[in-house]
């Protein structure tokens, strides 16, 4: 062998101790290992396509984001000690937006069966907050 080589070209980087060629971890069926901010974004995802297709005109004009905090700076007529979700009403060129904070979020809820309903429930809450309608009008199943 040439020791100019780089020792990744040589065999014996994928011949690891004589014990044949590395293989993949994960097969090719099986789903790779998901973080918790994957699977809140996934579950952020599918309310969205529900709301989506249950109601186009509301859903449709609002920007959804994540983020992990809300700011550490509170605005002064925010009445909330810790926020979950914040809507932003549109206004000069910006289209509306809710933001959805996920840390809180998955602090408050103790498994990934109380989180779904919990994200439901505010991206519900926070379109009506939007819209200026009850939040039973737009899920019946709202607060369940």
């Not at 014996?12 to 099986?30: M, N």
């Not at 901010?37 to 859903?59: C, T, Y």
């Not at 983020?67 to 549109?90: H, K, Q, T, Y």
């Amino acid at each position: 062998m040439n020791p100019a080589q780089a020792p990744w070209m040589r065999g014996s980087y994928r011949d690891l101790h004589g014990r044949g060629i590395r293989r993949p971890t994960f097969g090719a069926r099986l789903p790779r290992s998901r973080t918790r901010a994957g699977l809140f974004d996934s579950m952020v995802a599918a309310q969205i396509k529900r709301l989506g297709e249950a109601w186009p005109q509301l859903v449709g004009p609002v920007q959804f984001a994540v983020e992990d905090v809300p700011p550490s700076d509170p605005l002064p007529w925010d009445d909330e000690r810790c926020a979950l979700s914040r809507a932003f009403v549109p206004g000069h060129g910006i289209s509306a937006r809710i933001v959805l904070y996920r840390l809180p979020m998955q602090t408050k809820a103790h498994s990934r069966y109380e989180l779904e309903p919990l994200i439901r429930d505010e991206m519900v809450a926070r379109l009506a907050e939007l819209y200026g309608r009850h939040p039973e009008d737009i899920d019946p199943f709202w607060g369940q």
